[in-house]
């Protein structure tokens, strides 16, 4: 079927399970009771996404606080009591970084009970997001390693495990989100990729990187502003994910600064299209989302586009982005009907 469609991971979690309306929000409850809503909020974010059409469903990342620090939380080596201040993706906020302090182990699964959940109720294909070596790294500070790309080789390796289990787990394709790739460009060519082909080492399910300018945070939309009319960024990075072999990735499309001829750049990838604008409150209307498809079309065969949002939706209210999913759904039939 041409243009099925996913979502790029995240989306907003019900109030019993966490504060509304925000990123790292505060959990509601705790112990086996925590547990048993995280359960509960992944079957109804599967269910929500099957009634609005979506092909390719995700866990909705209900059972992490955050998409970096879900993961970090299950490495040993890593001191979150003792915070310093970090500047992350080249200063463009200022936060409270956990430090590395030893070598990094993974303690256990990571990501075990939400996506056997997962599994367990949903017939359709199902995607499972992790952070990237890159990403993570910008998020943390090192006082062990004394360098920064051993240190991404390392969380590679722990990633590659967490990967390998998920896939075991019955997940059909693996994403690693990296918003830092736009913000490094020399680093991603240099070690970025490499780093990241080590954490897919190995894996027979499909794979993915999911590479954006970030939600509509207030620093996001001000770091947006800075960057000028036409977002060139991936013109230095596509031809080595091209030549990489990640075999999908999701870039954001709808509203987007980026020309859509750099998707040209992509030859050998499924282009995941984000047709879906999470910086506005706005929904689409399928119309604007088959508008959007075609417009890729122009730079990517049709047989290789997957419609999905520009990133996640977590910080989102849950009425817009039940809406955004239901026009991407209804888009993408739109679609299929026009252009196929
Ligand atoms: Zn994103």
Known sequence: MLFQTTIAGSLPK???????????????????????????????????QEDAGIDIVTEGEQARQHFVHGFLERVEGIDF??????????????????????????KGRVHADEARA?????????KFTLPGPMTIIDTLADSYYGDRVKMAFAFAELLNAEAKALEADGVDIIQF??????????????????????????????????????YGIKANIDWKQSLGAEWRQYERIFPAID?????????????????????????GKVVQAGVIDVATEAVETPEDVADTIAAVMK?????????????????????????KLRALGAGARLARERLG
Request: proline residues 6%.
């Open 299 to 323: 730079f990517v065969p049709r047989q290789n586009i997957v419609a999905t949002t520009n990133c996640g939706m977590a910080p989102m209210r849950r009425d817009i982005a039940e809406a």
């Open 243 to 267: 030549a990489s072999p990640i075999r999908q990735v999701a870039v954001e499309c709808r509203n987007s600064h980026v020309p859509l001829e750099l998707l040209g750049l992509l030859k």
């Open 177 to 214: 989100d990296e918003p830092a790739f736009n913000v490094f460009m020399d680093e991603v060519n240099d070690w970025g990729i490499a780093a990241l082909t080590r954490a897919a080492e190995g894996l027979t399910c499909d794979t993915a990187v999911h590479i954006c300018y970030g």
């Open 81 to 106: 009591a003792r915070k310093v201040e970090m500047g992350i993706r080249k200063d463009r906020y200022k936060a409270m970084v956990p430090q590395v302090t030893a070598p990094l182990r993974l």
């Open 14 to 48: 019900p109030e019993w399970l966490a504060e509304p309306d925000m990123l790292w929000a505060p959990w509601k409850s705790k112990g086996a009771e925590l547990d048993r809503a995280k359960r509960d909020a992944t079957l109804l974010a599967m269910k929500i």
């Open 118 to 126: 997962a599994r367990a109720h949903t017939t359709r294909r199902l």
